[in-house]
């Protein structure tokens, strides 16, 4: 589904929102309004992925690479979303009970980012800094 998205966490904002709306009905346009709630901001899931595409970056550089499934032979970078699924993810599983990393809520991010930086240090020898943007959450 395309079109636009409000971020509604004031009351201001809800006025707006609501006039919007109003409009729209006015109109007789037919739109689908949907509900999601925000877990993050925008900018905290921005520094995720990059924090995500720098360890796939340094552990492809280490010459890291991931076996192929059927040609173990063969090598596979690591990939953003690759860090995601291998090591961020089994993480979030084990500390918090949670699949995927829409639901942690802040606090859990930056523990669990720094775990895993943690233990790609210990593990790799790696060594990641906190992106500047989840340091401050």
């Known amino acids: 589904m395309q079109g ?4 509604v966490d004031s009351e201001e904002k809800a006025d707006l929102f609501c006039q919007y709306v109003k409009e729209q009905a006015a109109e007789n346009t037919h739109r689908i309004y949907q509900i999601k709630y925000g877990s993050r901001s925008n900018k905290q899931s921005n520094a995720l992925h990059l924090m995500f595409r720098e360890v796939a970056t340094a552990m492809n550089d280490a010459g890291y690479h991931q076996p192929h499934p059927w040609k173990p032979e063969l090598e596979i970078f690591y990939s953003e979303e690759s860090v995601k699924h291998l090591f961020f993810q089994p993480i979030i599983k084990a500390l918090y009970d949670k699949e995927r ?9 930056s523990e669990a980012s720094n775990h895993m930086l943690d233990a790609l240090a210990k593990h790799t020898g790696i060594v990641i800094q906190f992106p500047h943007a989840l340091r401050n959450i």
């Open 101 to 109: 990393t829409s639901d942690l809520e802040t606090k859990e991010l």
């Open 4 to 7: 636009q998205s409000w971020v």
